[in-house]
């Protein structure tokens, strides 16, 4: 669909259309249209609220009057509020489509500090410093957003991707690949900064890089869980090995973690859908698959490549992934939609006769 300076859309833009129901400007995140492509003086004021700052709000807010003007079946934000929050992908965490969950940035580029200037760095520009996204999402709200013990103060339970790199510092290798480091300047460690908040928080909190920590994670003794999978993105899952966990080994445990919530919870798995469970006060549940023709997360990128017969077999990941989580909720309490953001560029060109191979690229 457009956007708002663009008749067609990236994935950033519409992200921001899809979780947050404002039109944003070419290749920025989580931004209204007065939110101008890297100028980050107009960052600041150009953030727009989305469905996880709703789904952690506490009570009724003037956020109810937005939400009341894009969420479908006019929810508000007291019908949201208090639930526990999950995303799962196999692209990167910081990648254009999770980041519009989660941050506020005028370039979806920016996943750490390397295309930042040291202008934007610093706030010399205008002073208005901005964050790269990796930042926003162990820092700010409402990734940062913790349950205290005692206190009822939302978070993320559980991150699934890939994008280790963007977290980590140059010089750091990979606990995956030797052969590869981290990316950050600035000498930030994010995985170590996030474990030290779960600490700090008195939270069973657990980092996770491999499929099989992914499924020797007791659901039941996790209060929060950080799994980064892959240097960049994952695999696609017609590559994958077993080092990599699939997208429905990653989305069934995400279900088991969050269907704890005495709230409920909003789980967004990308990338042919978004998979999302409300529970209302008698454990009524809502799930929204969003196909953006991106199955998998991968997807896209085998869209990008013209790869049919791997974007193919990513839908069949989706179909895995979606009865997988089906099979943890209750669906006499559950409403399943499906939609989209964006459509993709695969095309058959020409005028080949039926039965013509199209898996040979």
Known sequence: ?????????????????????????????????????QDCSTARSAHVPCLFDWAHAEGKSRMDAIALSVLPWRMTVR?????????????????ATPAGLYAHSPSRYWEDDVRLSEQVLSGDLHGSPCKDIARQLVEDSPGKHIRV?????????????GGRRHLMPLGTKDPGDE?????????????????????KAGRNGSYIWNGQQLRDLDPFKTDAVLGLFGHSHLSFEMDRNPEEPSLVEMTRKAVQILRRSPKGFLLVVEGSFRFRVRYREVKRSRLI???DERAAGRMDHAHHFNNAARALD????????????????????????????????????????????????
Not at 17 to 30: I, R
Not at 79 to 95: D, E, F, P, Q, Y
């Open 289 to 291: 698959f969003d196909d």
């Open 79 to 95: 019908s949201l509020a208090g639930k526990w929050t999950g995303i799962v992908t196999n692209t990167r965490i910081t990648h």
């Open 149 to 161: 013990r005692g206190t009822a103060r939302p978070r993320f339970q559980v991150v699934f991707g």
């Open 1 to 37: 669909t457009y956007i708002a300076n663009s008749q067609v859309g990236d994935s950033g833009a519409c992200a921001t259309a899809l979780f947050c129901g404002v039109k944003g400007n070419f290749e920025t995140v989580g931004l209204d249209p007065s939110g101008r492509y």
């Open 314 to 361: 990513e839908v069949l990941s989706l179909e895995a992934s979606v009865e997988a989580a089906m099979e943890l909720v209750d669906t006499s309490r559950t409403i399943v939609v499906v939609g989209g953001d964006h459509s993709h560029s695969l095309t058959l060109g020409g005028q080949a006769p039926r039965g013509n191979p199209i898996l040979g690229l």
């Open 179 to 199: 052969r590869e480091e981290g990316r950050r300047r600035d000498g930030r460690n994010l995985i170590l900064d996030w474990v030290e908040q779960q600490r």
